[in-house]
């Protein structure tokens, strides 16, 4: 078991490896990261995100389990997004400019660039559909209060138009149109279905991609930096344990916890870089803090994934 989880994040590195490599020898031009970060965003992601909120029949138990996913993943992440923003903001060392972006590194893990194979590896069909589940919450969350993070400025008014219209993006408003698809049961015919299914495939490869193209203008000592350490610890310890405790004390169901605090163990999530490109802020600084909670995560998930299983299966 975990030796199929380390070989399963090492694939998902070699992807930022790759992208890195590319661009240091030159294989891709310098403006490809925003060219595909533009592909990635509002196109691949638009189409995850319709893909994935059709949904087949489902039974009392069933619904329980997906009203309870979507409820703690989202209870969590607003918490988390609170503390973050509470703990981040007095501390002078880290630019202001800044500030949003480990804000939302600290709310939003690798769910499903990550979380999907390794949830299905792991915990089984189940786990994986309720994985995709909870990702209709993170996809209207990460898209609307994630971007949100990134772009407040301290003293800035929370609730103005020019704020919101600059949050909005196309994952977000597919989000609200994957909400209405996942409520009705609606499904799009076959032919569309597949397309849609093909530009999913592309979000998860071409966003690690582009973690790496931000990389090669990094040290490797940019990665293990102090702030990026304390990063690792609470985005990989510290909160998958806070979220084992609030789960523990909900009427939730194994499987749903395991899933869960799993999905919340997971690194930093690649669509911060993304967003980043579209809100002008500092992606290299994105991109190293993907990295290193990825590197380090090879050892975490490993120990979270025995945790889970021993004690909760």
Known sequence: MLVEILFKILSIFLLVGMGLFAHKVHLVPDDAVRTLNAFVLNVAMTCLVLHSMQRDELNDKVMGDVLWALGVFSLVTILIAILSSLLIRPIKSIPEEDKGIYKMQLAFTNAGFMGFPLTSVLFGKYALFLAIVINIAFSVLSYSLGAFLLIHKKGEKIFTLKLLVRILNLPFIASLVGLLIFITGFHFPSFINDTLGLMEASVSPVAMFVVGLNLSRSKL????????????????????????????????????????????????????TILCHRYDKNAKLSAEGVASTTLISLGTLSAWAFILTEFFL
Not at 226 to 247: E, Q, R
Not at 256 to 262: C, M, P, S
């Open 221 to 272: 000592k940019d990665l293990f930096t102090k702030h990026n350490m304390i990063l690792c610890f609470f985005s990989l310890i510290v909160i998958p344990a806070m979220t084992l405790g609030i789960d523990l004390l909900l009427p939730v169901s194994n499987i749903v916890l395991v899933t869960h605090v799993f999905l919340m163990a997971m690194p930093s999530a690649a669509v911060t």
